[in-house]
């Protein structure tokens, strides 16, 4: 069937902000990082790799700081949870080799080398981070990764060699008889 000539019409309304703000205070967190991944382990350091962000959101400006922590299930990694001591373990540059946690201007990757010996061989590790601006607004926790060093033996070949000395010693015997008539 035909419906003929067809329009919809829609008025969106208005809204009238009843609080004041006040523009010259920063309530605009860091943006939550989402893609932080495990780019490489070796026996020594698990590199990590984040797009930075930035003070205000995505901004190209610095976050205040990067807050890293690992811990043994995903739910310790909460929003609720992330805080939390008791289960999870904060990463600090003492934990690293060969590069820092200081922020770097939003938009730009981030790596950071982590000692593989914080962790236990043969068990599964989650990690993630939030981030704070000057202001102390936090970013949103960031994505999850899973972390899992193997027990890595390193067999060493070894000669051994055994000398045997062995000493005979002859003994001689001699018997003489005398006989007097």
């Known amino acids: 069937t035909k419906t003929g000539n067809f329009s919809r019409q829609a008025a969106g309304g208005g809204f009238q902000v009843m609080n004041e703000v006040d523009?010259?205070?920063?309530?605009?967190?860091?943006?939550?990082?989402?893609?932080?991944?495990?780019?490489?382990?070796?026996?020594?350091?698990?590199?990590?790799?984040?797009?930075?962000?930035?003070?205000?959101?995505?901004?190209?400006?610095?976050?205040?700081?990067?807050?890293?922590k690992f811990s043994s299930t995903a739910g310790n990694l909460t929003a609720g949870n992330f805080d939390l001591t008791e289960f999870n373990t904060l990463i600090t540059n003492e934990n690293l080799i060969d590069s820092n946690l200081e922020p770097v201007n939003g938009g730009s990757i981030k790596q950071i080398k982590i000692k593989s010996e914080i962790f236990g061989f043969d068990k599964n590790y989650m990690l993630a981070m939030k981030s704070r601006d000057a202001a102390d607004n936090y970013s949103p926790v960031s994505n999850k990764v899973q972390i899992f060093i193997p027990t890595i033996f390193e067999l060493e070949t070894t000669t051994t060699t055994t000398t045997t000395t062995t000493t005979t010693t002859t003994t001689t015997t001699t018997t003489t008889t005398t006989t007097t008539t």
């Open 23 to 68: 523009l010259g205070v920063d309530k605009i967190p860091p943006g939550q990082v989402t893609d932080i991944t495990i780019v490489d382990v070796t026996k020594e350091t698990i590199t990590v790799e984040f797009t930075a962000p930035g003070n205000d959101l995505d901004s190209n400006d610095t976050a205040a700081e990067y807050i890293m």
